[in-house]
């Protein structure tokens, strides 16, 4: 099976930070250009215009980024550029983040609730997490889903555990549809 664009170039980057012990330098530099690309989306809209030539977005890159990031980091904008790849630059740098993070034990878990939880329950929330998985440490996003009707929805990379209530329902109702009278 082909690998996703993000994840080719993603490991490539990856790995070039690993080769050069480079992972923290890396890390910071790339959640701050995420960040000053998500605040500023008309650069994006630049870089992924089909009628502007590459040899421009070549320049506008240097004359945006040379001396404000790493070599590499500009370097690898520049082959994203050139392969026309920069459509999938989040993707791509949302990769590179979550290999770091694993790399260093930080595991990212999405929480879905039907309330929003106190301060306690989310401690032991993130405490049974660590717990039950190999990270050393969480990095905790909280959301609130009053569809839920109750309990929560855990994801950690791939995986989801599913306990609502609305889930539980939906299944109830299923089992009862199977039922022949």
Not at 131 to 136: A, E, I, K, N, V
Request: net charge negative.
């Amino acid at each position: 099976m082909a690998k996703l664009v993000s994840t080719t170039y993603g490991e490539a980057l990856f790995e070039l930070a690993v080769e050069e012990g480079r992972e923290d330098e890396f890390l910071s530099e790339i959640a701050q250009l995420k960040e000053l690309l998500d605040a500023n989306p008309d650069f994006g809209k630049l870089m992924n215009h089909p009628k502007i030539l590459k040899e421009e977005k070549l320049k506008v890159l240097e004359e945006v980024f040379e001396g404000r990031i790493s070599k590499e980091l500009l370097g690898f904008l520049y082959l994203v550029v050139n392969k026309d790849r920069y459509g999938d630059i989040d993707e791509i740098l949302d990769f590179f983040i979550s290999e770091v993070k694993k790399l260093k034990g930080i595991g990212i878990a999405y929480v879905t609730t039907a309330a929003d939880l106190n301060e306690a329950k989310r401690k032991e929330v993130e405490a049974k997490l660590l717990s039950t998985t190999s990270f050393q440490k969480m990095e905790m996003h909280y959301q609130v889903d009053e569809d839920l009707i109750g309990g929560m929805i855990i994801r950690i990379g791939d995986r989801v555990v599913d306990s609502s209530v609305r889930t539980k329902l939906f299944e109830l109702q299923r089992e009862l549809l199977k039922v022949q009278l």
